[in-house]
């Protein structure tokens, strides 16, 4: 289908972008290896004093901040670059461009960008995971990987919904240059498990900002304490997102066509 | 044959905000937003054939990109109707964008960090050409453009000038039977203006695509353009020839003279627009020049004498500025 | 000489004006303020109370005072110049500020103070949301609060001279973005925003004693809480001044050389 050969041409040219590959993937370890260091290091002074957190151990914690870097590195190597650059098509003009094109316009604007670099932070993700499962007292046997994968595929389109939101937001509040930061700054909490803050925090990171079923959910399912119940709740979640996301973008374009109705 | 654009009564109308400077009236708007009503484009009634090359003239803000973006698709219409090529453009059919193309000046569609040729794969992805459809066309507009040196450069390492050809080819690879070009010269200098002109009009002789270019530099209109449509406040001032819109606007005639240098103050015949040595030029109303003419020959002695219209930049600024109706 | 004075009124108001006009941006930049302390102090609270109530002296509610007071002072302290300056060599807009018969830190000093009054609107409720969520033990001691005020002001000079000097950094380096980090880190652990450092192991607590973050918003925090015997608020004033004196040396060295370089070198 046109879809798949429109996604192959984009990674190919996001590939061919960006020359100096090799410099900004070893920054970019540095850097979220700086920034994992930092994460890790909270936990360690946590548990310096205390020996579960919220009925997490230690390794599962390190799990959590795992899934944490994969998600986030998975989120800025195309769909952050791309919405933002779609964002800045809004309010210099270029965004006219991909309304004259024959194809979707969501698909041209979500896949504008690659930054491929960004694979070493879910190296990294996947690197303390793999620490943290060896680590763990309990065995990760074949279920609980689908489980985990289940989790981390409904996660990724239940984040991938929330920002197509977010920049369709861009519609109507084009002044607004950091929406996207909001993401960004509710994630932080991803960091620790979103079932020991207050309930009204937790209901938020849940549903309306959905960082919980990004990272705790996968983290859960790694170290077997996720129910089948939850994997539902995302998969119809996601679902559900998915429709509305979509609803959203499409009313979003008439706004900025400035269709009345 | 049935038309290919047609509009009527075609209106676009916005609210923006408005405010005003200091402190207090900054601090009034985080709670109170004012606004006002702009109506972009009042009612604009015109309609094209097949292979037409068409020039909107305007001011800046005069409505001429709001219609040009109507036409396109990328506007919804607040009111009328807009047929292209049998579609509406609002609906922003697969089919219809398939057979148009959007150039505006000093934006780019290329990818920045890449190679040219990189950028016209996606496009050829994208409008879904056949790899021989492909190969033939970038060939042609090689040729036609002489990109041939640079399709391996990133875009970001060429000239504006240089950056343009690109775009435009481009632009131009799925064959589109429509060409909406916004501003295209602008910012380039007058040597690649030029190439870009014939370009476009050579494109429209072979192969009958529709052109519809706006622009405020005359000389894109008067070089490419047959067809010349003014546009002010939203309106349609003119529709038609560029030698109608200057017989029908100009109401002065300009006279350059050569006389003696001691000939004395000519602003008894007309206004001197300037006087060097014994080259005087003068601005005199139309209905008044074979008068005027008469008088100066029987006054001086004329070594030479010219009437002209005045250059059309000018009438333009004063059909803008309101000076005539 | 005064002249820096007599601009800032001024600036002030031009910097107020903007700061007016990006009031959304700016709001959405103070989610992750507010949501950073509101973090760790859920952190730690739930550490005291699996603890039986308390830990390294401090109960949940008293975590909440301190963390709430944390999220005023860093509020008060944090800059975001390190962010923009490459930006600003990149698009020019430093060579005006360079031709300006003032020394480029005033403008910023004052864009940063305009926001900060701007944003007060949304971090004001932010720490009352805390408050009311997490209820606060709050006991004020009379001189310590009194030490706090002036302590705070020289904390937040401090923290702009630092964060202003590791700017300087752009002239350097187009990397500046890993610099950042680093310090970043630092300042996490070693000011007091990960934790009280009196819950750091021990050794790290001595170290964040003697380096100038601590005293930028973890010390004028547990001055506020009247943690403090006055010994210890003493000898940490004198420790603030000197790295305040250490760093006005640094940042005016360190700016000729980086005038110096950027004029030979262009942008």
């Known amino acids: 289908m046109n879809t798949l050969r429109l996604l192959g041409v984009f990674l190919r040219i996001g590939l061919l972008g960006e020359t100096q590959y090799r410099a900004n993937f070893v920054i970019q370890l540095f850097e979220t290896g700086l920034s994992m260091a930092t994460a890790l290091g909270a936990v360690w002074v946590v548990f310096s004093q205390t020996e579960t957190l919220g009925g997490w151990r230690s390794a599962e914690l390190t799990a959590l901040i795992g899934v944490y870097f994969i998600v986030l590195g998975a989120i800025n190597v195309v769909v952050a670059p791309s919405l933002q650059k779609f964002m800045e098509g809004i309010v210099n003009g270029n965004f006219d461009y991909t309304l004259t094109k024959p194809a979707d316009a969501q698909l041209l604007a979500s ?59 861009a519609f109507w509040f084009i002044r607004v240059e950091n929406i996207l930061q909001i993401f960004w700054a ?63 973008w499409k009313t979003g374009i008439k706004r900025y066509a400035g269709a009345s109705s | 044959m049935p038309r290919a654009i047609t509009l009527e009564n075609l209106a676009k109308s916005y609210v923006v905000p408005v405010r005003e400077a200091g402190v207090r009236a900054g601090v009034v708007s985080l709670f109170k937003r004012k606004t006002r009503k702009v109506e972009a484009v009042k009612e604009v009634s015109l309609s094209l054939e097949a292979g037409e090359i068409v020039g909107f003239l305007g001011p800046n803000g005069a409505g001429k990109t709001t219609t040009l973006k109507m036409l396109s698709g990328l506007l919804h219409p607040s009111a009328g109707s807009v047929t292209v090529l049998g579609h509406e453009p609002w609906r922003r059919e697969n089919e219809f964008l398939r057979q148009i193309t959007l150039v505006m000046g000093q934006r780019n569609q290329l990818i920045w960090d890449i190679p040219v040729l990189d950028s016209f794969d996606r496009n050829r992805v994208i409008y879904r050409l056949s790899r021989a459809e492909y190969r033939e066309r970038v060939d042609d507009l090689t040729d036609l453009l002489e990109l041939g040196h640079l399709l391996n450069k990133p875009v970001r390492n060429l000239s504006l000038g240089e950056r343009m050809k690109c775009e435009v080819a481009a632009a131009l690879l799925h064959h589109p039977r429509i060409l909406f070009l916004d501003e295209p010269t602008l910012g380039l200098d007058v040597s690649m203006q030029r190439r870009l002109r014939s370009f476009i009009a050579r494109y429209n002789k072979n192969t009958g695509a529709s052109v519809l270019l706006t622009s405020h530099y005359m000389a894109d209109v008067e070089a490419l353009c047959p067809r010349v449509v003014v546009i002010h406040h939203g309106e349609i001032l003119f529709d038609g020839k560029l030698a109608e819109l200057i017989k029908r606007f100009s109401a002065q005639k300009t006279l350059v003279l050569e006389v003696d240098e001691d000939s004395g103050d000519l602003s008894r015949f007309g206004e001197v627009v300037s006087s060097e040595g014994g080259r005087v030029t003068l601005r005199v109303p139309k209905r008044d020049t074979a008068e005027v003419t008469a008088r100066i020959l029987r006054e001086l002695t004329v070594h030479d004498l010219n009437v002209a219209d005045p250059p059309i930049e000018e009438i333009i600024d004063q059909v803008f500025s309101g000076r005539m109706s | 000489m005064r002249s820096w004075l007599q601009v800032y009124p001024a600036f002030l108001r031009t910097a107020l004006l903007s700061s007016i006009q990006y009031r959304a941006s700016g709001a959405i930049w103070m989610i992750g303020s507010i949501l950073e302390p509101l973090i760790y102090l859920t952190v730690w609270s739930t550490v005291a109370r699996s603890q039986g109530g308390e830990v390294g002296g401090y109960t949940a509610q008293e975590f909440a005072a301190y963390y709430a007071i944390l999220l005023l002072v860093n509020h008060l302290t944090f800059t975001w110049i390190m962010h923009e300056f490459q930006y600003r060599i990149q698009y020019g807009s430093l060579s005006f500020a360079l031709l300006r018969p003032v020394h480029p830190i005033h403008a910023d000093i004052a864009e940063n103070i305009a926001f900060k009054a701007v944003q007060l609107v949304v971090i004001l409720p932010g720490l009352i949301l805390l408050c009311v969520a997490f209820r606060p033990h709050f006991e004020p001691v009379g001189w310590s609060l009194a030490l706090f005020v002036p302590v705070l002001f020289f904390g937040f000079l401090l923290r702009f001279l630092i964060e202003w000097t590791l700017a300087l950094g752009a002239f350097w380096t187009t990397r500046v973005t890993a610099m950042n980090q680093i310090y970043f880190s630092l300042l996490m652990f070693l000011s007091g925003r990960v934790a009280p450092i009196s819950l750091l192991p021990l050794w790290v607590s001595d170290i964040a004693q003697n380096l100038p973050f601590y005293y930028a918003i973890g010390f004028p925090v547990e001055l506020a809480l009247g943690r403090l015997s006055p010994e210890a608020a003493m000898r940490g004033v004198l420790i603030q001044l000197v790295w305040l004196a250490v760093s006005g040396v640094g940042i005016s060295l360190i700016w000729r050389r980086a005038t110096k370089r950027f004029t030979a070198v262009g942008s």
């Not at chain 1, 985990?148 to 991938?160: E, I, K, N, Q, R």
């Not at chain 1, 990272?215 to 509305?244: D, I, Q």
């Open chain 1, 111 to 169: 896949l504008s960008e690659v930054r491929i670099w960004r694979l070493a932070d879910v190296g990294l993700g996947f690197a303390a995971l793999g620490i943290a499962i060896v680590r763990q007292s309990a065995e990760v046997g074949w279920g609980d990987a689908a489980k985990f994968s289940l989790a981390l595929f409904t996660g990724g389109v239940v984040v991938y919904s929330f920002w197509i939101m977010l920049a369709t937001l």
């Open chain 1, 186 to 248: 509710m994630y932080t909490a991803a960091r620790w498990p979103v079932g020991i803050y207050p309930g009204w925090l937790k209901w938020t990171l849940t549903v309306i900002v959905p960082v919980a079923f990004a990272v705790t959910v996968p983290a859960e399912a790694v170290s077997g304490r996720v129910s089948n119940g939850t994997l539902l709740g995302a998969a119809v979640l996601a679902v559900l997102l998915a429709a509305f996301s979509r609803w959203f």
